[in-house]
């Protein structure tokens, strides 16, 4: 069974870093998955921000947050991080860890991007990110 749990989240102020972690249960991180983050604000959809392919590492980034959020993976650890660097008030939401619930040898960042849309993600818990001005 595919467990998620996130955590890092907190209040931060305008301009400052945070570091989300999802730890995954035994065997999610294979190099066939597609992991992602999402984020849901008061009021508004469930947004993807990023994607990974564990295969190569390759990632894809929503045009929000390209340039400022940066998605890594350690297998090993069974960990997905999302480096979230200049936070802005707009960054406050839930964040989501997400799995795909299907695997692919041929998967890329920008299709995981894709997959994770259009499929339903196996979600964790979230953990909250506040950002003041």
């Known amino acids: 069974q595919v467990r998620l749990v996130e955590s890092g989240g907190g209040s931060v102020q305008a301009g400052f870093s945070l570091q989300l972690s999802c730890e995954a249960s035994?065997?999610?991180?294979?190099?066939?998955?597609?992991m992602g983050w999402f984020r849901q604000a008061p009021g508004r959809e469930r947004e993807e921000v990023a994607a990974i392919f564990i295969g190569d590492g390759s990632t894809h980034y929503s045009d929000s947050v390209k340039g400022r959020f940066t998605i890594s993976a350690d297998s090993a650890k069974r960990m997905v991080y999302l480096q979230i660097d200049s936070l802005k008030p707009e960054d406050t939401a839930m964040y989501y860890c997400?799995?795909?619930?299907?695997?692919?040898?041929?998967?890329?960042?920008?299709?995981?991007?894709?997959?994770?849309?259009?499929?339903?993600?196996?979600w964790g818990q979230g953990t909250q990110v506040t950002v003041s001005s």
């Open positions: 997400a799995a795909a619930p299907n695997l692919s040898f041929r998967d890329s960042g920008p299709s995981c991007y894709t997959r994770l849309s259009d499929e339903t993600p196996i």
């Open positions: 035994a065997y999610v991180l294979s190099s066939d998955r597609c």
